[in-house]
């Protein structure tokens, strides 16, 4: 029967007679309609909305027979509001409602930060409104008039695909946190202590500070964490709280509501609510403002918090790794850092311990960076001269393995596929910056503003160079803010305006 050309009213039973109603099939589908919320099954909620009354009705005694849970509204105001109440699986939407056209419906509930899947019903089957319509995420469309049968295969299709891609999405969890253990590099007594710790936590879910100097690797050991741990399948989410702007940092964190400051023009989910079910990793917690520490410290304690400017609270449930590389007991003694935020925290601490201390995994970190890095893409990994492997060896790595890994990569370009030697190593040469060479310089006539500006340059691009470029990691490394890097640069003409980096992090 064909549904919305006339209004014809009664299902009549069409849907046993239905071409896709082989029995295997029909076993599938069932399966399809039950959905998993908080660990309970619970039937798969659709909200239909249409203006025309008998298509409604229509549809919800169809889907219902079909094991669903139908909600109807009749509106595009109607959708917007009933969407976050009703949190359906599935939203088969009319493109044409009274008060708002569904393009737009769709281009609002995105704007939300509501990913419902969509099934447009449009009498209008253009092209021009198909492509608009997927492109802003409706998983499919059905152009009226249109026949049962094909509502039931869309619908179950959509549930299928959601299924396959959650599928996916598992799998490349799978996958990721394979290459994961296999990314970890090292095998010194200190490392395995490391392993130790992470396999002891990994399936409880205690919260874990990680420590250690710039570049030692704190966040490949919350990676390696939270692909070990009970969350693996959910989402691991990167906060990176010195990139943030002060005045951003809480709404990042907890979100925000509609109208709650100049910006916040549509209510935003926060990191932590992004992070339910899974693991969220604060980055540089050393450098939070104590009434973020205030808020922080009641997510720990109640496992809930507001968004800005809300009033609800909002539940979650997730592990929590935090990183810095101050020494927080310090911070907390300098009344900088709550102390009971630390002790929180910091029921776990695994502190990595710089590369320095454990120079034996060096020849194992040097062989993974030149799988890692190879001169073309289809270039065989390079081979490094063993007197250049000792000068590795020999050397402090003030970076640590970031450094490293940054001076094999570039030791892999200047060797030009080659064989790599010391030649095509650049450590930092200390001589450069000796008290005696300043001295000379000062003898000469030199003003002492014009040399210390001069060897402050040249700290500002050692401190890049040995991190990559990354800015956040060099004014760590110097022990200035970011800002302070910022301004340093310029005044030394030292780059050009701060790049866009992810508040995911940095690599
Ligand atoms: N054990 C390791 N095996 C392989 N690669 C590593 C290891 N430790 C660190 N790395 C690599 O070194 C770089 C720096 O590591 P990471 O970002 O974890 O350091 P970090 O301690 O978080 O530094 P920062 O304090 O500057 O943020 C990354 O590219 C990472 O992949
Ligand atoms: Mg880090």
């Given amino acids: 029967m064909t549904i919305g050309s006339k209004p014809r009213r009664g299902l009549e039973a069409t849907r046993n007679g239905g071409m896709i109603h082989g029995d295997a099939q029909g076993d599938a589908q069932m399966a399809q309609t039950e959905t998993e919320k908080d660990g309970a099954k619970v039937a798969k909620r659709i909200l239909v909305a249409d203006d025309d009354e008998s298509i ?42 009274p008060d708002m056209d569904g393009i737009e419906i769709l281009r609002r509930l995105r704007g939300q930060e509501q990913n419902v899947a969509v099934l447009m019903l449009t009498a209008f089957g253009t092209a021009s409104t198909a492509i608009e319509a997927t492109k802003l995420g409706a998983q499919d ?68 500070l990680v420590t250690g100097e710039t570049g030692a690797g704190k966040e490949v050991v919350a990676d390696t964490i939270h692909f070990h741990s009970n969350y693996r399948q959910g989402p691991l989410v990167k906060v990176n709280l010195t990139a943030l702007p002060e005045t951003l940092v809480e709404s990042e964190l907890f979100g925000h509501e509609k109208g709650s400051f100049t910006n916040a023009i549509a209510q935003r989910k926060g990191r932590f609510e992004m992070a339910h079910k ?89 062989e993974h960076f030149l799988t890692k890095f190879r001169y073309t893409p289809k270039s065989p990994p390079a081979r490094i001269a063993e007197e250049a492997m000792q000068t590795l060896i020999s050397y402090d790595w003030p970076g640590n393995v970031r450094q490293l890994e940054h001076t094999v990569e570039r030791a892999v370009i200047m060797a030009r596929g080659g064989v790599i030697t010391s030649q095509h190593l650049r450590l930092d040469d200390t001589e450069e910056l000796s008290f005696v060479d300043i001295n000379q310089r000062l003898q000469r006539g030199e003003s002492l503003p014009q040399v210390v500006a001069d060897v402050e340059q040249k700290m500002l691009g050692r401190a890049l160079e040995r991190n990559g470029g990354n800015r956040h990691a060099a004014s760590r490394l110097l022990g200035i803010d970011i800002a302070t890097l910022e301004q340093k640069l310029s005044e030394h003409g030292m780059g050009a305006k701060s790049r866009t980096e992810d508040v995911d992090g940095e690599q």
Avoid: W
Wanted: glycine share 4%; hydrophobic share 40%; aromatic share 6%.
């Fill in 56 to 97: 409604r009705s229509l549809l919800a005694t169809l889907l219902s027979a079909e094991g669903y849970e139908i909600s109807e509204v009749k509106s595009g105001q109607e959708v917007l509001r009933a969407v976050p109440q009703v949190d359906p699986d599935l939203l088969v939407l009319d493109l044409r409602l």
């Fill in 141 to 208: 469309y059905l152009s009226k008039p249109f026949e049962i049968d094909d509502v039931l295969l869309r619908v179950n299709r959509v549930f299928e695909l959601q299924s396959l891609a959650s599928e996916v999405r598992k799998l490349r969890h799978q996958l990721d946190a394979r290459d994961l253990s296999e990314r970890m590099i090292g095998n010194t007594r200190k490392m395995q202590e490391i392993y130790k710790t992470i396999g002891m936590i990994a399936q409880s879910d205690a919260n874990v």
């Fill in 278 to 366: 899974g693991t969220i990793f604060l980055d540089e917690i050393g450098d939070m403002t104590l009434s973020t520490q205030r808020k922080l410290l009641r997510v720990l304690q109640d496992k809930q918090f507001e968004r800005v400017g809300g009033s609800v609270p909002v539940k979650v449930d997730c592990r929590i790794i935090a990183a810095t590389n101050k020494n927080l007991k310090e911070e907390v003694d300098a009344g900088r850092f709550r102390e009971d935020l630390y002790y929180r925290l910091n029921v776990v601490t695994i502190f990595v311990p710089p590369l320095r201390e454990r120079k034996d995994d060096i020849p194992r970190l040097v």
